[in-house]
């Protein structure tokens, strides 16, 4: 913010890409705003306009998904198993998580892929029943994951991987615990929301039975109607002779 103040004085253009979903918690991001300002999707500019109405009158730019959606999207297979993937984090207390990780390792006819977040990739840190079908998985790339692994739900906290499932129509569930960091993308309707482990099989369940068109429509809230990467918007937006 400090160096925002110091280039308005100065009379000196701000720019900013977006690099992760944001929120309330964000306050570097509120004030003072940048001039110009790069989105994945219209979902986040009417976030950023919420966070901050002044972004208004910036140049704000969607740009797509900043990474290649595959083209072979996640295969999800209705025969049984089910297979939930979930998303460990390195910031929570992971002991609040207990009852639904009991929960989940009750379903019958489920298998689980624990995904570690990228850098602390290690062992479930879960006391799981003898007789729990996890396993760790470590394949580098999130989406290849989906696909290999034939994941049908992804679960998790917060992780922005909550978002990216739905690209290539795989549904998410946000568990919800005291680190609430991104809790508003359920509270907008974003994406589902559990709050009681005794609802999470029948939410998980309800999720991997969702149709096409249910997909594609939670798919368009978050990502619009052309989510991949556009590189003409791009260089439209560093252009500095095009004005808003």
Known sequence: SELRLACQREGIETVAYMH???NEYHVGLAQPRFDRYL???DFFCEALYKLNPEYKKSRVTVCGYPKVIPLNKAKRDTQPPLRVMWLGESNIDSTELDPYVEALAGMEHVTVTYRGKPGYEG???????????????KTPDFFES??????EVVVGTHSTALM????VGV???????S???AWG???SGAIEGCVDAREFPGQILKLADMGEEKLKERRKKLWGDQPEWNLDRLRQWLDPKIQA
């Not at 062992?123 to 998985?137: F, G, V």
Request: proline share 7%; net charge negative; glycine share 2%.
């Open 123 to 137: 062992d479930i840190p879960y006391q799981l029943p003898a007789d729990a079908k996890w396993s760790t998985d």
């Open 39 to 41: 989105a994945w999707s």
């Open 146 to 151: 989906l696909r290999v692994n034939g994941i």
């Open 185 to 187: 993308l359920v509270e």
């Open 179 to 181: 680190y609430d960091y």
């Open 164 to 167: 990216e499932c739905w690209l």
């Open 171 to 177: 549904p998410a569930l946000m568990i919800r615990c």
């Open 20 to 22: 992760a979903r944001f």
